[in-house]
């Protein structure tokens, strides 16, 4: 697929239409209630139950909402299921991505108010949430949830615009509750809203194109406060995102988005789950733990494209593991390369949730001196990325997207008692089961882990016997028989 300039997502769908295999469509009706999800489950891959593997995209054209009355609607899922199909939606190979995030880091294009005529044609829907075919995915889940509502909004106090994905459940037909994590800058805008005394408004999108959806995912490493997600959207992208104002609150919309869903960030809470103890299904796996009183956003406008696409994940799963591996992989890049390591390619892994495992691949060493290099890098990634909790390094000639191949470096380049490093009792991410107390006595608090580094380099010294033998291709021109 062809780099296109800031595509919007019926672009994206229209590239993968030139790419046998990689989008199906649904055209028998199926509920929000459990049909979407059970249908994409075998496509959806690990950390989601097996049996399941990477699959296509899939869009559901006729998915019917809970509200008996509400019209039967589109929704996709699995854009971005495989990192090759991520990564040529933005017209280059997941190897390349990462360093071109890292470009548009170092070099963004502000965005810019749509000029009138210019922005897609939109329609007022009522501000009723149960009228949207929101998928819910299993039946301990609190409701339906948004999976991949990026919100927009800006900070009272410092005029910093961010954009994020967020957990969000509908509590009634214009209410959502939302989980922001702490300390992120969305909830740095809602204390200021909140110190000022008013609520914040905000633009939540469902439906965006690949430039735009992707930079929304990027952690603080990558994009710190201060820098704006649209702006790195759109040097990924190649042209200034377009913004348009919002009709029933004072706030900035994306003008190409599927659904735009206006509101205000309440000071009122409410908990999760009134009825049970789960929220719904977490990126690494495991059923999510309802919070017990969230922050609400009171829905004052809906508005849609013309026959709008809602676009959605599966919470475990590819698709998320991709979007937050990509980010993190850049991070990590950008970080090594500050320490001069000779690091050629990060790979995130979707195992980890695109966050708990990253694989390191070296350029070929230069001297003795490199394999303490190696390894010190190693561990500095486990020290400075909190969710980071596995590091396999491994050499230049093992492919990094190849499961087989980095078990086989695993196999054959590893002592387990010279090449693995443990560093007990460090911050980590409290999703992770086994990161609690409960669980291990060699912890100090819940959240906190143990990490690993699985050195499977090959050392300086030992080189030549490590050498990877390729077949000789057949010289096309030499007579048949020699």
Sequence with gaps: MTRRRLADLRTALAGLDLMPGELVRVREEVPARFGVSSHYAKWAGTPAPPP????????????????????????????????RRAAALLGTTPARLPHRLLDAVAAPVPPVRVREGRAPARVALAPDLTALPVPVLTDEDAGPYLTLGAVLATDPETGVRNLSIHRMCVQGPDLLSIWMVPGRDLEAAYRSALRAGRPLPVAIHLGLGPAVLLSSCCPTSLVPTGLDELAVAGALGGAPVELAPCRTVDAECIADAEYVLEGELLPDLAPENPQGAAATPEFLGYQGRAHPSLPTVRITGITARDGAILQAVSGPGHEQSVLLGFGMEAAVLGRLREWDAPVKS?????????????????????????????????????????????????????????????????????????????????????????????????????????????????????????????????????????
């Design 52 to 83: 399941t593997g990477p699959g296509p995209a899939v869009l559901f054209e006729r998915v019917t909402p809970s509200s008996a009355t509400a019209e039967a609607r589109a929704v996709l899922m699995g854009l971005y299921g495989t990192r």
């Design 346 to 482: 990060v790979l995130c892994h979707t195992a980890g949730g695109g966050q708990l495992m990253v694989v390191l691949q070296w350029f070929p060493k230069r001297s003795p001196a490199d394999d303490e290099l190696v390894r010190k890098a190693s561990e500095s990634v486990l020290e400075e990325f909190r969710m980071a909790k596995m590091v396999v390094s491994v050499d230049e000639d093992v492919d990094l997207e190849s499961d087989e191949d980095l078990w086989w470096a695993m196999t054959t380049r590893m002592q387990a008692d010279r090449d693995v490093v443990v560093l007990p009792d460090r911050e980590g991410f409290p999703l992770d089961p086994t990161q609690s107390t409960e669980y291990s006595a060699s912890v100090s608090a819940d959240g906190r882990t143990a990490k690993v580094v699985f050195d499977c380099t090959v050392p300086h010294a030992q080189l030549a016997r490590f050498h990877r033998p390729r077949f000789t291709p057949v010289n096309p021109s030499a007579p048949e028989g020699t």
